[in-house]
């Protein structure tokens, strides 16, 4: 039996369309780090600009 190593599923699954995914490939290359990196980025300023009282929160207190 092989011992295969599993794998961690992503934390956030996005379905691009075919103008987004030639969209993300370019910003990603202007930024000058992968697609998924530049994803990271965007979202984290996108998210900078709302202060978290504002945001709605979960039955656990985790903010969405």
Do not use: C, F, H, W
């Amino acid at each position: 039996m092989t011992n295969k190593r599993k794998q961690n599923p992503p934390n956030l699954a996005m379905r691009l369309s075919d103008a987004d995914k030639k969209a993300l490939r370019i910003v990603a290359a202007y930024m000058g780090k992968s697609q998924t990196e530049a994803v990271r980025v965007l979202v984290r300023e996108r998210l900078a600009k709302y202060s978290l009282p504002e945001m709605a929160k979960t039955a656990k207190g985790a903010v969405t």
